[in-house]
T-cell receptor, first 112, second 116 residues
Framework: DSGVTQTPKHLITATGQRVTLRCSPR?????VYWYQQSLDQGLQFLIQ???????AKGNILERFSAQQFPDLHSELNLSSLELGDSALYFC???????????FGQGTRLTVV | DQQVKQNSPSLSVQEGRISILNCDYT??????FLWYKKYPAEGPTFLIS?????DKNEDGRFTVFLNKSAKHLSLHIVPSQPGDSAVYFC???????????????FGKGTKLSVKP
């Protein structure tokens, strides 16, 4: 158990809908990262937050957004969902920047 | 364009033998490299890392080698055990991300199967 909690574990929704994925980092970790793993793809970095502030952006679509709250949990919002958004979404956390990141078990999103 | 490439999607080795997983990268700004292991239905787990100032890092049965001139790194597992069967991801981070290990560029992974 990495200490990073992601909910829900599975999510099935229809095209055009909006969903919110939640991540609770390890106790004491200030950095939260979101990754997407599509079929046959490696892990794609989406976005990073550190202590509530956005720190880095990767290949995140404009339909996607994220935030980190004062209690340090984070949410990834995916809107106007398309079939191609079906993927595993991982959250990771670390104490700070430059320290090892620990991954949650992921949320499997299926868009039908 | 993939910046981190793991050209072998799968590898099968016999228990007790050496497993060698390879990774190539194209971005010369990468200066920190990591290997993660992933079991089905679980998130990736950090395994071992190496900084660009080193050419070798060892942790128990796991050794990572870095050849900067060839932009190549490899993970050696000796001896291989059935419990090592998993997908192994190579990852790299560029120096301009302030050394944050979270802003990782991952390869597509190599599925290792260790047969008893």
């Amino acid at each position: 158990d990495s200490g990073v909690t992601q909910t829900p574990k599975h999510l099935i929704t229809a095209t055009g809908q909006r969903v919110t994925l939640r991540c609770s980092p390890r106790s004491g970790d200030l950095s939260v990262y979101w990754y997407q793993q599509s079929l046959d793809q490696g892990l794609q970095f989406l976005i990073q937050y550190y202590n509530g502030e956005e720190r880095a952006k990767g290949n995140i679509l404009e339909r996607f957004s994220a935030q980190q709250f004062p209690d340090l949990h984070s949410e990834l919002n995916l809107s106007s969902l398309e079939l191609g958004d079906s993927a595993l979404y991982f959250c990771a956390s670390s104490v700070g920047e430059g320290s090892e990141a620990f991954f949650g078990q992921g949320t499997r999103l299926t868009v039908v | 364009d993939q910046q981190v490439k793991q050209n072998s999607p799968s590898l099968s080795v016999q228990e007790g033998r050496i497993s060698i997983l390879n990774c190539d990268y194209t971005n010369s700004m990468f200066d920190y490299f990591l290997w993660y292991k992933k079991y089905p239905a679980e998130g990736p787990t950090f395994l071992i890392s190496i900084s660009s100032i080193k050419d070798k890092n060892e942790d128990g049965r796991f050794t990572v080698f870095l050849n900067k001139s060839a932009k190549h790194l490899s993970l050696h597992i000796v001896p291989s055990q059935p419990g090592d069967s998993a997908v192994y991801f190579c990852a790299a981070t560029p120096s301009d991300y302030g050394g944050s290990q979270g802003n990782l560029i991952f390869g597509k992974g190599t599925k290792l199967s260790v047969k008893p």
